[in-house]
């Protein structure tokens, strides 16, 4: 089984509380999410862009080192920057220096999975060249996977970056998206009615991140299938099993002392595409029915365990998967409450 992640790859120039001395780190989310499949042990191949310049050679030595062929990264006028300052409670805010093209053709053979989002997704002009890949790559039935991670000092008007959201949303069969990307796209809606609303467009299984309160995931065909007991499904908070089309999937945060929340949405991302893709289908694309309650559970579990190891480092640091096997996951299935996502 092979990763196609396709997406910006940026310097995180990263700032400390109170301090104007930043530190080179690489980053940019679908290169993150890249990376921490890699951790996992997972066969990876990155598509995007890089310059022929100091930050470019950090890139390509950080693929490099994780196991990441240089092959499909085509070169850029110059490599993209990220400037960060991470908030005395870990959050990080952004402002960058990015241009977008992809121009060169990526090719699907061999590819079980392919993953995009971001920036990626929305800059043009290699925004319609990378919905045209997930365009391709939904038609030769590969999963397709999408992660907005809305830039809202790039993503330009609302309703025109909600437009492009939704085209890439209806290509997917697998959206993760933050509570806050939602927020900013659609300000005053519950997030789980959005993920509702998603899941009514194509995608059989929405994720919704809600940091510290953890993840809620919305099948599109509902919780009809056995395998998780009551306490893991929700019907808008009522007690039993749910109904088709309305239950929530939820799964709560470990709580870690956070050293700051840069890539944790990114490793959330690769290890519950890991979990879902585990070894019993042999290196195959998800079949239809595979998407399972117990499934999806089993991979809010180690996406929000993920996560939370993340967070105890400086960057975008990613565990392996013998770190989130061993991690005291604290984790457990509850009842969803409508309107906090």
Known sequence: MTFLVTGESLVDLIGAPGSWTFTAVPGGSPLNVAVALAA??????????????????????HLTRHGIGAGDLAPAASTGLAFARVGADGSASYDFRFEWRLSAPVAL?????????????????????????????????????????????????????????????????????????????????????????????????????????????????GLSGAGLSGDGLSDDGLSGEGVPGDGVITCLAPAVEVVDTVGAGDTFTAAYLDALHDDALHGKPLPDGALTPARVAEALRRGCAAAAIVCTRAGAVPPTRAEVNSFSLGTGLSRAEEGHT
């Open 40 to 61: 996992l042990g997972r066969p990876v191949r990155f598509a995007g862009e890089t310059g022929d310049d100091l930050f470019g050679g950090l890139l390509r030595d």
């Open 109 to 221: 053979d061999g590819v079980t999975c392919l993953h995009t989002g971001s920036l990626a997704t929305l800059v043009a002009p290699g925004g319609d060249h990378v919905r045209a890949l997930m365009r391709a790559a939904k038609a030769a039935g590969v999963t397709v996977s999408y992660d907005p991670n809305i830039r809202p000092s790039l993503a330009g008007d609302r309703s025109a970056a909600v437009a492009l959201v939704e085209e890439c949303v209806r290509l997917s069969r697998l959206v993760k998206v933050s509570a806050e990307d939602l927020d900013w796209l659609y300000p005053g809606e519950p997030g789980l009615d959005v993920a509702r609303r998603w899941a009514g467009l194509g995608p059989e299984l929405v994720v919704v991140t809600r940091g510290g309160d953890g993840a809620a995931a919305v099948l599109r065909d």
